[in-house]
């Protein structure tokens, strides 16, 4: 019967602790942010003007599962983004550019990275993309 109860917490107590287990994606203490820039070229193909992309949608996606986006969000008038409160893991950041060579027009920019502690705040920098 002792042998039966010992077994029997040990499974409950091994459930509960897997249960717990924290994955990446909300809930935590981190911080991802950063700067997306635009990049005007002219039919030459090169730089004539650069500035804040305002307005640019930024996507995250949560560990490496899948390629579909978590989360988005807006850049604001200077260009900058933050997502809060993430766990520590695995992420991979994407926004679109201009692409002349692509079917659709686009093309996309990623970065993937880690978060490894808690509180973290990953500065991603400055993202440059084309605008055409």
Known sequence: MKNGLILFFSVILLSFSNACKKVEGPGGGATIKG??????????GNVIAEYP????????????ADQ????DIK?????SFVFNYLQKGTYTLFVYEDDSNQPSGKNV???TFEISTKGEVKDLGTINIKKL
């Open 68 to 71: 579909f986006y978590d989360d």
């Open 53 to 64: 992309a305002a307005n640019q949608s930024v996507y995250l996606i949560y560990g490496t």
């Open 75 to 79: 850049t604001s008038y200077d260009g």
């Open 35 to 44: 700067i997306i820039q635009e990049q005007k070229y002219n039919a030459l």
């Open 109 to 111: 920019v990623k970065q």
